[in-house]
């Protein structure tokens, strides 16, 4: 993850807050307030080993119930103030009830990608500076779901932010960060994970720093990440994979949703 220590930067979605501390403690970025999902009460129950009294102790605020999705809650950090906003491995939870589930128009695939969108949409209009960076970084991992989500692609359709580029997470350098189970309080294998960034300037200068992968070049297939196709009838083979009609069927089911969107809001 490339960041800089002159950047005020503000955590979302970070279950036990232990990135938060451990970004605090080892990286010390210039300003830093860190903010959770649940309450306080919640977190602690949720999580016994949490970081939410460590913070603290090191002077961070951290916002409580704070939905990234709900603008007013984004009035809850303070406006315009941050040059990067920064969500790590986010995930939508588990549906609570089967009933819950049948009552969802939209797959799980899009629910995660309209997470990511509308992150992204509120960090650059309430939170991030005009005169700063102004990045959204979002760090996945690279592997199912997640892969399955088109990040570099269709995440910002319309919208006037651009994918930069990504830069390979290092836990390492987080010692205190433990990645979590969603709404569980057990740690989970550390897995290779991707810090992707977007910006509302598309020549922003951290482009120098990070790495464009080669499956959205030509001669591949961005939506599946496969390639290079070594002639037509390789390529042909691939677009009648099951590989590639289950990833057709989630992008098709986003860029309907995209579609309808649009329409609602003219």
């Given at each position: 993850m490339i960041l800089d220590k002159n950047w005020r930067i503000l955590t979302v979605?970070?279950?036990?807050?232990s990135f938060s501390y451990s970004l605090a403690k080892h990286f010390a970025p210039a300003h830093l307030t860190a903010s959770v999902y649940d309450s306080e009460s919640e977190l602690k129950h949720k999580y016994q080993d949490n970081a939410f009294d460590k913070l603290h102790d090191l002077g961070v605020n951290v916002v409580t119930q704070f939905d990234v999705t709900e603008a007013y809650c984004w009035q809850n950090v303070p406006s315009h103030a941050f040059d990067a906003v920064i969500f790590q491995f986010p995930l939508i939870p588990a549906f609570g009830?089967?009933?819950?589930?049948?009552?969802?128009?939209?797959?799980?695939?899009?629910?995660?990608?309209?997470l990511l969108r509308e992150f992204l949409i509120n960090a650059a209009a309430y939170a991030l500076d005009p005169n700063g960076a102004q990045l959204g970084i979002i760090t996945s991992k690279d592997v199912k779901?997640?892969?399955?989500?088109?990040?570099?692609?269709?995440?910002?359709?319309?919208?006037?932010?651009?994918?930069?580029?990504?830069s390979r997470f290092e836990i390492s350098q987080f010692?205190?960060?433990?990645i979590r189970n969603v709404d569980r309080d057990k740690h989970v294998k550390d897995t290779s994970g991707i810090s992707y960034y977007w910006s509302v300037n598309p020549a922003h200068a951290i482009k120098e720093k990070l790495k464009v992968p080669d499956y959205l070049g030509d001669n591949y297939c961005t939506i599946c990440r496969a390639g290079p196709f070594i002639n037509d009838s390789d390529k042909l083979a691939h677009l009648d994979s099951k590989k590639h009609k289950n990833m057709q069927r989630h992008e098709s089911a986003w860029l309907n949703y995209l579609s309808t969107q649009a329409k609602l809001e003219r």
């Amino acid at each position: 993850m490339i960041l800089d220590k002159n950047w005020r930067i503000l955590t979302v979605g970070d279950g036990d807050l232990s990135f938060s501390y451990s970004l605090a403690k080892h990286f010390a970025p210039a300003h830093l307030t860190a903010s959770v999902y649940d309450s306080e009460s919640e977190l602690k129950h949720k999580y016994q080993d949490n970081a939410f009294d460590k913070l603290h102790d090191l002077g961070v605020n951290v916002v409580t119930q704070f939905d990234v999705t709900e603008a007013y809650c984004w009035q809850n950090v303070p406006s315009h103030a941050f040059d990067a906003v920064i969500f790590q491995f986010p995930l939508i939870p588990a549906f609570g009830s089967f009933e819950s589930f049948q009552n969802q128009t939209l797959s799980v695939n899009s629910l995660n990608r309209k997470l990511l969108r509308e992150f992204l949409i509120n960090a650059a209009a309430y939170a991030l500076d005009p005169n700063g960076a102004q990045l959204g970084i979002i760090t996945s991992k690279d592997v199912k779901p997640y892969i399955e989500w088109n990040l570099e692609g269709s995440l910002v359709n319309g919208l006037e932010q651009y994918y930069l580029g990504q830069s390979r997470f290092e836990i390492s350098q987080f010692p205190e960060y433990q990645i979590r189970n969603v709404d569980r309080d057990k740690h989970v294998k550390d897995t290779s994970g991707i810090s992707y960034y977007w910006s509302v300037n598309p020549a922003h200068a951290i482009k120098e720093k990070l790495k464009v992968p080669d499956y959205l070049g030509d001669n591949y297939c961005t939506i599946c990440r496969a390639g290079p196709f070594i002639n037509d009838s390789d390529k042909l083979a691939h677009l009648d994979s099951k590989k590639h009609k289950n990833m057709q069927r989630h992008e098709s089911a986003w860029l309907n949703y995209l579609s309808t969107q649009a329409k609602l809001e003219r």
